[in-house]
């Protein structure tokens, strides 16, 4: 059930003595019945308001019905957890005093770092890396062996082996950070410490009583265990600020403390402990996201990292520069090969060949010709889908490939296969060579910066420092002290470094960011990215399902008013959208010129069109058909 402001909100209960034969109004998604048409309206405005909050995953600013099917996803994440896991995670979660953000990041390392029985991962098997799943750990004094079976398509065990931690390999976490936050809300009964779900303890067989060691730590107080004062006040001590305030509200709620024993909150602080207060600045209220993708929302982080990827190496790739838009486009249109979609396959193609690394060692690409074409492009494609490690994924979609109709794929395939080529494309040994370069360049940059800035503050202490002692040497006549402050002024002009050079080193280091990260995170999780070669800011949610974005300079004061400077996330959010200010408006203001000369030349084609049959590659929605690679291989 959705919360209200972060309270417990209660549905009405139908009205008494209902006829079945009399009009009444219900609410779709709560069901419940009025016979006040005025009651209705003010019941359902309340529903549409921003006020709600997922009970669940913690989701603020939402509307009753959004947070209802944000709870139902959250719900269907924890069905689909592991359940090789559960138990596993449980024992870990069992009366914990950590806080949730730091229980994920301990269970999540947990994992990162632990084999235990059920869990599924890849083993070197001979020549091949396969997957399979660990049946037993076998400990041997201070050495382990594992047990393994290896596993079928449809994850059956096929036959086992016995297996060193050598042999193993983890090429991903098992569950994400939100996965787990989700996970440990929904299986415990309370937090502080955090206590699992009676059902649960008893079907995997969690401890339900505190270890002997931690019983002196708790008491039992109306039916809950609650840390005692002395353990709450060893908390505070420990944990930073943020994480004290907390505990310490936590204590007054349950009546363990008094008001008069809260401390004054020193900011920032974890952004979801705060609460509005009268010192708080008015903020503006946050615009909504332009949500307009042509590809599916769940496929714009893939869109994303292999434009960028293409962009930030395209001299590398020898692949010509193209705009987002164009990408897009190219990416959902279904009639026939677009030749900048074969083109950037075929500079990766290109790079991986080079390169003589697994993929060209374990592909027939290296019988072919050398010379991708846009007649056999797609046997390049169909050698890379056919590699054991991606076979299952695709095997649906080979048939189309191979009978010649690539642009029928769904276009969350399509970019499924080119994110699956990138990430091949990274473990290159040219681009981590690219990207060991661009490191040692930014650090010799960086060192000389640091350096700059030391020069520069040497230079104001002395400057400072002689300009006091000046004002204390009363013995000096007032013309003396005026040769010397010009001689002093002149001697500092002299020796002050360049400050336009200090400047420019942060430019030089900027340029070599090859890949883009993000510029930080607001008070829900959600990433912000901006991209040097795209005039957009955009917003990826923080389960990386739903993207947006914003292009006006309007939007982006409006967000940079909206959020708080008390809290961590979004204090250091604020500084880098302030510190980028003048680079993304001056970007955002170009992109929203170009879009209107855009719809300007369309309306103008499309009257033309009314007198004259116009051809297609006019309209400028259709410009990416005029892609050529310029910087291609000769």
Same mark, same amino acid.
């Given at each position: 059930m959705p919360l209200l402001k972060r309270k417990t909100f209660s549905l009405l209960d139908?009205?008494?003595?209902?006829?079945?034969?009399?009009?009444?109004?219900?609410?779709?998604?709560?069901?419940?019945?009025?016979?006040?048409?005025?009651?209705?309206?003010?019941?359902?405005?309340?529903?549409?308001?921003?006020?709600?909050?997922?009970?669940?995953?913690?989701?603020?600013?939402?509307?009753?019905?959004?947070?209802?099917?944000?709870?139902?996803?959250?719900?269907?994440?924890?069905?689909?957890?592991?359940?090789?896991?559960?138990?596993?995670?449980?024992?870990?979660?069992?009366?914990?005093?950590?806080?949730?953000?730091?229980?994920?990041?301990?269970?999540?390392?947990?994992?990162?770092?632990?084999?235990?029985?059920?869990?599924?991962?890849?083993?070197?098997?001979?020549?091949?890396?396969?997957?399979?799943?660990?049946?037993?750990?076998?400990?041997?004094?201070?050495?382990?062996?594992?047990e393994v079976g290896w596993l079928n398509r449809d994850k059956k065990v096929t036959e086992t082996s016995i297996l060193t931690s @050598? *042999?193993? +390999?983890?090429?991903?976490? #098992?569950?994400?950070?939100?996965?787990? =936050? &989700?996970?440990?809300?929904?299986?415990?009964?309370?937090?502080?410490?955090?206590?699992?779900?009676?059902?649960?303890?008893?079907?995997?067989?969690?401890?339900?009583?505190?270890?002997?060691?931690?019983?002196?730590?708790?008491?039992?107080?109306?039916?809950?265990?609650?840390?005692?004062?002395?353990?709450?006040?060893?908390?505070?001590?420990?944990?930073?600020?943020?994480?004290?305030?907390?505990?310490?509200?936590?204590?007054?709620?349950?009546?363990?403390?008094?008001?008069?024993?809260?401390?004054?909150?020193?900011?920032?602080?974890?952004?979801?402990?705060?609460?509005?207060?009268? @010192? *708080?600045? +008015?903020?503006?209220?946050? #615009?909504?996201?332009?949500?307009?993708? =042509? &590809?599916?929302?769940?496929?714009?982080?893939y869109l994303l990292s292999v434009w960028d990827f293409c962009s930030s190496f395209g001299r590398h790739l020898h692949l010509s520069p193209f705009s987002l838009t164009d990408f897009e486009n190219a990416i959902c249109h279904k009639e026939g090969n677009v030749v900048l979609i074969v083109e950037v396959h075929a500079a990766i193609f290109y790079l991986l060949m080079r390169d003589e690394g697994d993929y060209f060692k374990n592909s027939p690409s290296k019988k072919r010709k050398s010379k991708i074409s846009l007649v056999n492009w797609t046997e390049y494609l169909c050698d890379f889908l056919e590699n054991e490690d991606r076979a299952a994924l695709f095997s649906n979609n080979l048939p189309t490939i191979k009978r010649g109709h690539y642009g029928l794929l769904d276009t969350e395939v399509k970019l499924r296969i080119l994110h699956e080529l990138v990430e091949e494309a990274l473990t290159t040994a040219s681009i981590r060579e690219k990207l060991d370069e661009q490191i040692q360049q930014q650090t010799a940059l960086r060192a000389a910066n640091r350096e700059e800035a030391r020069k520069k503050k040497e230079l104001d202490d002395s400057a400072k420092s002689e300009s006091e002692k000046m004002e204390m040497d009363q013995a000096t006549s007032s013309d003396k002290v005026q040769v010397k402050g010009k001689d002093r002024e002149k001697s500092s002009e002299k020796k002050k470094p360049d400050e336009a050079q200090h400047h420019n080193l942060e430019r030089e280091i900027e340029k070599l960011n090859i890949r883009t990260n993000p510029l930080g995170k607001d008070r829900d999780h959600s990433r912000y990215w901006f991209f040097r070669r795209e005039g957009r800011l955009f917003v990826e949610s923080s389960d990386s399902k739903q993207w947006g974005y914003y292009s006006t300079k309007e939007e982006l004061d409006a967000l940079i008013g909206s959020l708080n400077p008390k809290g961590i996330r979004e204090m250091a959010l604020k500084k880098q959208l302030e510190r980028f200010y003048q680079r993304i408006s001056t970007s955002l203001e170009k992109r929203t010129k170009e879009v209107n000369q855009k719809i300007l030349l369309e309306e103008a084609v499309l009257r033309r069109s009314t007198r004259v049959r116009a051809q297609p590659r006019d309209n400028p929605a259709m410009s990416f058909l005029k892609y050529s690679n310029k910087w291609k291989e000769a």
């Open positions: 139908p009205p008494k003595d209902l006829d079945a034969n009399e009009s009444v109004f219900q609410v779709r998604f709560t069901k419940e019945i009025f016979r006040d048409y005025q009651e209705y309206l003010k019941r359902l405005n309340l529903y549409r308001q921003r006020v709600w909050t997922c009970k669940v995953t913690g989701k603020t600013n939402l509307t009753y019905e959004e947070a209802l099917v944000s709870e139902h996803r959250a719900y269907e994440k924890v069905q689909q957890f592991p359940k090789e896991l559960v138990g596993s995670i449980l024992h870990m979660i069992q009366y914990s005093t950590l806080n949730l953000m730091n229980l994920v990041d301990k269970i999540w390392v947990k994992m990162q770092e632990d084999i235990f029985e059920g869990l599924e991962l890849h083993a070197r098997k001979k020549d091949s890396t396969l997957p399979c799943r660990i049946l037993k750990v076998i400990t041997d004094g201070s050495t382990s062996k594992y @050598d *042999d193993l +390999i983890r090429k991903r976490p #098992p569950v994400s950070r939100n996965m787990l =936050k &989700v996970f440990i809300k929904e299986s415990t009964s309370q937090n502080a410490p955090w206590v699992v779900r009676e059902d649960l303890a008893k079907k995997y067989g969690v401890p339900t009583n505190p270890p002997e060691e931690m019983k002196s730590k708790f008491v039992y107080q109306n039916g809950f265990v609650r840390c005692n004062k002395q353990t709450k006040r060893a908390i505070q001590e420990d944990t930073e600020n943020g994480e004290k305030i907390k505990r310490r509200k936590s204590g007054v709620e349950n009546g363990s403390l008094t008001d008069e024993e809260m401390v004054p909150v020193k900011y920032p602080i974890e952004d979801s402990l705060l609460k509005p207060s009268s @010192d *708080d600045p +008015i903020f503006t209220k946050r #615009p909504h996201l332009v949500r307009d993708f =042509k &590809v599916p929302l769940g496929s714009v982080g």
